[in-house]
């Protein structure tokens, strides 16, 4: 890759997620070639040495002395990108999987696009348009999440200085950027893939997320998804049990049982008594 590509790793404690990226993350082609910078949002049980140990091949780690936030640290780490040498920002969360190749597809299209591409095709959000370029089909979309991102460095810049700060960054950014006419492209296939498939099911939001068409690539990410789906099932099943457990504990469900198992004799005695006759 001519251009010079950094990959942004955000933390936030979440030790099993983050070892699973590292061990997709360490097979993809050309990573020797970018440059490897993490950046933790103060994580309560995850310490620099420990980033350190999971990633080794991270050039640097960054650790926030106060907690930001996952969007304002996202603002951080664009505003460190562009302090430094580099082209290109690739963003990549710590629950993400990623296809060997992504880094390819990244050399082939970034040329093609507006200064932004996504390898991250999510279901959450339709498409306006499809189209094709350099061999791939790609979607343009109306707003994007950071996760899987690429950034050219002077749209960066342009974002960082018509887009402040925020709690929702990406959905600001994305927008304004659309607005402005820039195409939101992302390749129809996604060359990463969300680890949290099943997130917030169990705390009843209820939120389905994932990247469409995503293959896995290798051996070592095709047992990263199959873990994570049983993972998936068993969280679930366990989420329901749990559920259950509450409803049958609960003083609605003790009271209304006490009314309707007198209710359910009487109605047995009358069955027994009508067989008589």
Not at 122 to 144: F, T, W
């Amino acid at each position: 890759m001519s251009a010079k590509l950094a990959i942004s790793i955000g933390t936030r404690d979440r030790v099993p997620l983050l070892r699973t990226m590292a061990r997709s993350l360490r097979e993809v082609e050309g990573l020797e070639h970018a440059t490897i910078r993490v950046y933790d949002d103060c994580s309560e049980n995850l310490s620099r040495d420990e980033i350190a140990g999971i990633l080794p091949e991270a050039a640097e780690v960054q650790v926030n002395e106060q907690r930001l936030g996952a969007d304002r640290n996202m603002h951080a780490i664009y505003r460190d990108f562009l302090a430094s040498g580099d082209d290109l920002l690739f963003s990549v969360d710590s629950d993400l999987v990623l296809h060997p190749g992504c880094l390819q597809v990244i050399e082939t299209l970034m040329p093609e696009t507006d200064g932004i591409l996504s390898l991250y095709n999510s279901r959450a959000s339709a498409p306006v348009e499809r189209l094709a370029l350099g061999g791939h089909r790609l979607v343009q979309k109306s707003a994007l999440g950071s996760a899987g991102v690429i950034f050219g460095r002077d749209l960066l810049a342009r974002v960082i200085e018509e887009v402040p700060a925020s709690g929702c960054y990406d959905i600001d950014w994305s927008h304004h950027l659309h607005e402005a006419g820039v195409r939101l492209l992302v390749t129809e296939q996604s060359y990463v893939q969300h680890l949290g498939v099943m997130e917030g099911f169990n705390a009843g939001r209820g939120i389905v997320e994932f990247g469409l068409n995503f293959e896995p690539g290798n051996r070592v990410n095709e047992a990263i998804l199959a873990e994570a789906f049983n993972q998936v099932i068993l969280d679930e099943r366990n989420g329901l049990q749990a559920a259950f457990e509450r409803v049958q504990n609960s003083y609605s469900f003790r009271v209304g049982n006490a009314i309707l198992h007198p209710l359910r004799q009487i109605l047995i005695k009358l069955s027994l008594y009508r067989g008589r006759f």
